[in-house]
């Protein structure tokens, strides 16, 4: 079974997911790849709690840390894969999704990754702002893909202070 609640930010209603242990999605209302399976809504679920105190953080300016909160992404093992790789990109800094297949490929002994595989691993992310596929950009440092739409990309980019949306790292 999977518990929903909502939650209200500056850039529109978030909608939580949990199995009730572990938050399993974190959605813009509407996204590209909002989940179609019923949820039993459930606000007063502690980890919900826990979750909207990360955000309001976040929101605030903090730089509260990803693992305060468990998390259960359901996806395939390359996929989990990827989503791992998100979650060491440094707030406010970004990589590219070539840099992304760089490191997948040695993770798992390749010589080489595909960027359009990692760009849909990174695109179907059910936890945005946590696991931060926000700070993933095209090989030239432009705005790419982003399931809740390129404004709020841009403007959690923004929020985070990234210096300049053109300087991307590799990572690992």
């Known amino acids: 079974m999977t518990y929903s609640c909502t939650y209200r930010s500056p850039l529109g209603q978030i909608v939580l997911g949990s199995d009730g242990e572990a938050l399993t999605g974190l959605w813009f209302a509407g996204q590209k790849y909002f989940?179609?399976?019923a949820m039993v809504p459930d606000e007063g679920l502690s980890l919900f709690y826990a979750a909207?105190?990360?955000l309001d953080g976040y929101?605030?300016?903090a730089r509260p840390d990803p693992a305060a909160l468990p998390i259960a992404p359901a996806g395939s093992d390359f996929r989990r894969l990827i989503w791992s790789l998100l979650l060491e990109i440094p707030y406010g800094r970004t990589?590219?999704?070539g840099a992304l297949?760089?490191?997948?490929a040695q993770a798992l002994g390749l010589a080489s990754m595909s960027a359009q595989a990692v760009g849909g691993a990174v695109g179907h992310n059910p936890i945005s702002i946590l696991i931060p596929c926000h700070r993933v950009l095209g090989a030239d440092g432009s705005l790419t893909?982003?399931?809740g739409g390129l404004e709020r990309k841009r403007w959690l980019l923004e929020h985070e202070g990234a210096r300049c949306l053109r300087h991307t790292e590799h990572i690992r």
């Open 35 to 37: 989940p179609t399976a």
């Open 52 to 54: 909207r105190t990360w």
């Open 59 to 61: 929101f605030a300016g």
């Open 95 to 97: 990589a590219t999704y």
């Open 101 to 104: 297949a760089e490191s997948a």
């Open 145 to 147: 893909g982003y399931a």
